[in-house]
């Protein structure tokens, strides 16, 4: 699948908030594009740990910081584009093939995922330079605009 950076997209989720406190909810096909097969989530992150570091053939996925806050460093091998979430009712979607870096830089972040297939270990690509030779025509990063 030919997907590129501005397929993924920052997404509203529903919240309603009272008194009492907030609830805040997304569904398959209404509020995200696909079926939900997988929920996980990250947390005990330690201070300045990295995680992601990979794409994915054909996964798609929803990442929302439901507790504190990180970075998400978005790449399709040509640009890319960083993502701070810190609210738990904004959702990233994040298409097939694009490669992601997570950066905690502070304590006590929950970064739950909501994923369109079960896991398998065959969809991810975790070599850097495998995915740019997959994404770029040429196989060689355009300078300046290759991943860090
Ligand atoms: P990985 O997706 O590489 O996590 P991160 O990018 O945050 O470091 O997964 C880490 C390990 O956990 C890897 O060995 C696979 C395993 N894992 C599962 O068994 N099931 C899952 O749903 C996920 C997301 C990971």
């Not at 501005?6 to 096909?29: H, I, M, N, Q, V």
């Not at 995200?32 to 996925?61: C, K, M, S, W």
């Not at 990180?70 to 890319?80: P, Q, V």
């Not at 959702?91 to 896991?119: D, H, K, N, T």
Request: negative net charge; charged residues 20%; aromatic residues 8%.
């Amino acid at each position: 699948m030919n997907t590129v950076l501005s397929d993924c997209r920052l997404l509203d989720l529903p919240k309603l908030s009272d008194e009492r406190g907030s609830l805040c909810f997304f569904e398959a096909g209404r509020h995200i594009p696909f079926p939900i097969q997988r929920i996980y989530y990250l947390y005990d992150v330690p201070v300045n740990a990295v995680r992601g570091e990979h794409a994915h053939r054909a996964l798609q996925q929803v990442i929302v910081a439901i507790q504190g806050e990180f970075r998400i460093t978005l790449s399709d091998g040509t640009s890319e584009l960083t993502h701070v979430l810190n609210r738990p009712d904004l959702g990233l979607y994040i298409c097939p093939m694009i490669w992601r870096r997570i950066e905690f830089q502070a304590s006590a972040a929950v970064c739950m995922v909501a994923a369109s297939a079960l896991y398998e270990e065959a969809d991810y690509i975790r070599d850097k330079s495998e995915f740019l030779r997959m994404t770029t025509s040429s196989g060689v990063p355009i300078p300046g605009q290759a991943i860090p």
